[in-house]
């Protein structure tokens, strides 16, 4: 066992039996380092991650490379979803230094924490052009020994680059109509037309676009970007990136086709996916997406949900196939052979031709992942569904792929809004139960008694960094969904308290966001990043919760905050709005009002249901009756029933409508 025994992080504990003699991030590792007069390596990745784990077996389980690192370095491993921020300023060394970046992610530090040299992974021979890890090693051990000034002069020309980049600026006022268009036709640029998605391989999915294209058709009535928001999901849900036996999507797509995903299964993506495809489903009525939304719903619930009521991070890609062989996609792939042994002749070929199995297969050593090629034709749907359960049955006995068992705070707050969402949209209370008990969890164990937000836990137990912005605007997104479907002004109340804690420790001058706090760890570079990668940027998700709370309770410093926030997606949204769905997404409930709706009348009552499902982008929704409930909600207050019957009141812009008790009307009112 070496220093990582006893973190709370799975990725960590993956690496505390190596012979490597890692230590956590921290002020100690780097105090050896000067103790010692050698340099740091930080090996930065994630459980899920396919090639950290292909390079910790090659490398950081060999005695002898385990040997020469103790020697020469102080080695150092950080779980990149425990610390976003050390892993965003060294991510930015390495793409500005190499053009590239991704996971594992290595870098030699100074013992002052200041990069120097640059990598992801490295083999453990030399393969295509790249040096062996050990060369590498060997390489960097020289250059200190023999060569420190033009090392220290290099780190200090690093850091300095780093340091002379501009710290993003807010933006010069929020973005309008001439933005969203221009974003608009720059995705209508990149949208494949042929498979969906924008742009080529890999493809990703495109959460944050997809609820801004949404959005804006609600909000304008254009039929061009709700093509492009449907055409895509229906691409997704009907291609290898979604697992059709037992629902949930995959990473992203190596292809351009979404046929071969990455396997791996982020909470993250099927958080917002589920979220996307109910919203599409609001929007169209679509059955298949109305399936996805509650398959992915029920997926999470199933596979992701911990014994503490929160939802772990990830599904590994990689898992043991026939062999005893460690591969990707093993759990998930079929042979024509595997499909004969579970159903039988017939039903096989039925089954091979409804999910694009082949003989040569889809996949690696004639294996094919499921999906639903457009040439299958109509299928019969109780065979259909009588094969898949076969199938899922007997794919139940192989083994599992690991689950990364850490609870996010970011990213539990996006599956509290999406099975929250789903739960009131379909009649399903159970979703909207998980989504209470991960909310649960989150004040009791993340917030506790420190009131800070603490980034991550595991079972139960919270872990040692601070939360950053996205943690406090996603949970506060998810918070304030739970409010609007529960009816239950407590978790206003914790948004607002979260809220707050943004507007005095994470904001700076004219409305800019920082992705740490104020009295956080100071690294060589604070980091701060408006735009989206995997999940919401934190600047744009927390100008989303922002915009929604003062709606929610006329608060003008909230407001404010929201529009200063927004000032980037000005900028941005038109440039890269791939980058930026989520900033162009809150810009249409900016644009839109966002509408405020009352319900004096009943939780979960008709015109509360048909509130929930107003397309106006971005409307909050309150609903209960009584002198308690509008104490909860500002939004109630003075708002009686008319003629004893349920009343509800929508404004926005300081501007109200005349109240109605029929939800019909009201569904008209919110764009229905």
């Known amino acids: 066992m070496n220093r990582l025994a006893g973190v709370t992080s799975p990725y960590l504990l993956q690496h505390a039996e190596n012979p490597v003699d890692w230590w956590p991030w921290g002020a100690d590792a780097f105090e050896e380092a000067k103790r010692r007069d050698v340099p740091v390596l930080l090996s930065v990745g994630y459980s899920a991650c396919h090639w950290c784990h292909v390079m910790a077996h090659e490398s950081f389980e060999d005695e002898t490379v385990a040997a020469y690192l103790n020697e020469h370095f102080v080695p150092v491993k950080v779980d990149r979803e425990e610390r976003p921020d050390v892993d ?97 036709l720059g995705l209508t640029r990149e949208y494949d037309e042929q498979h969906g998605g924008f742009g080529g391989a890999p493809k990703f999915p495109p959460s944050m676009a997809v609820e801004f294209l949404l959005r804006h058709h609600a909000r304008t009535g254009s039929e061009g970007a709700l093509q492009m928001a449907s055409d895509t999901c229906s691409a997704m849900a009907r291609g290898g990136i979604y697992d059709q036996l037992g629902g949930g999507f995959a990473r992203y797509s190596v292809d351009r086709e979404w046929v071969v995903p990455h396997f791996e299964k982020m909470l993250y993506d099927n958080a ?108 019969d749907a109780a065979r259909v569904a009588d094969v898949r359960a076969r199938l899922l049955a007997a794919r139940a006995v192989r083994p599992r792929p690991g689950r990364d068992d850490k609870v996010v705070a970011a990213w539990n707050g996006l599956a509290i809004a999406a099975l929250a969402e789903a739960g009131a949209y379909f009649g399903r209370p159970d979703l909207v139960e998980r989504a209470t008990e991960a909310a649960d969890l989150l004040v009791r164990v993340h917030l506790g008694e420190v009131a800070r937000l603490t980034r991550t836990s595991k079972d139960g137990r919270a872990g040692d960094n601070a939360g950053v912005l996205e943690d406090y605007g996603d949970v506060a997104e998810g918070f304030l969904a ?68 003062a709606a929610y309770t006329g608060s003008e410093a909230h407001r404010t905050a929201a529009e200063g926030a927004l000032g980037v997606v000005k900028a941005l949204g038109p440039r890269a709005p791939r980058f930026a769905g989520w900033g162009l997404a809150v810009t249409e409930a900016l644009l839109d009002g966002p509408r405020e709706v009352a319900v004096a009348g009943p939780v979960g009552g008709e015109l509360h249901r048909a509130a929930l499902l107003g397309r106006a982008p971005g409307a909050v929704v309150a609903a209960g009756e009584g002198p308690g409930a509008a104490a909860e909600f500002p939004l109630l207050a003075d708002r009686p029933r008319v003629g004893g019957r349920p009343t509800a009141y929508v404004c926005r812009h300081f501007t109200c409508d005349a109240p109605t008790t029929d939800a019909a009307e009201l569904a008209v009112k919110l764009g229905g």
């Open 272 to 379: 917002l996916l589920c979220r996307v495809y109910a919203h599409l489903w609001r929007t169209t009525g679509s059955d298949e997406a109305r399936r996805i939304a509650l398959e992915t719903a029920d997926f999470m619930v199933r596979e992701l949900r911990t014994a503490e009521g929160g939802f772990a991070s990830a599904l590994d890609a990689d898992s043991e196939d026939a062999d005893g062989r460690h591969v990707e996609g093993a759990f998930y792939v079929w042979t024509p052979g595997q499909l004969r042994e579970v159903l039988g002749e017939d039903d096989a070929a039925f089954a091979a031709a409804h999910f694009g199995v082949t003989e040569e297969g889809t996949f690696e050593e004639g294996s094919s992942v499921l999906r639903l090629p457009g040439d299958a034709g109509p299928a």
């Open 88 to 184: 965003a300023v060294y991510m930015e060394a390495v793409q500005a230094a190499t053009g590239q970046g991704g996971w594992p992610m290595t870098v030699f530090l100074t013992p002052d924490a200041e990069p120097f040299y640059f990598g992801t992974y490295f083999p453990p021979e030399p393969r295509h052009g790249s040096p062996s890890f050990q060369q590498v090693l060997e390489g960097v051990a020289a250059a200190w020994t023999d060569r420190r000034e033009q090392v220290a002069e290099v780190a200090g020309r690093i850091v300095a680059d780093l340091a002379g980049r501009s710290l993003v600026q807010a933006g010069d006022g929020v973005p309008g109509e001439q933005e969203t268009a221009q974003a608009l």
């Open 482 to 549: 739970l409010a609007a479907v529960t009816g239950e002004g407590a978790w206003l109340e914790f948004a607002g308290f979260l809220l707050d804690i943004v507007l005095e420790q994470f904001t700076g001058e004219g409305g800019q966001l920082y992705d740490t706090a104020h009295d956080a760890e100071q690294l060589i570079r604070r980091p701060q990043d408006p735009t989206d990668s995997a999940t919401p940027a934190g600047w744009t998700a927390t100008a989303g919760a922002l915009l929604s709370y």
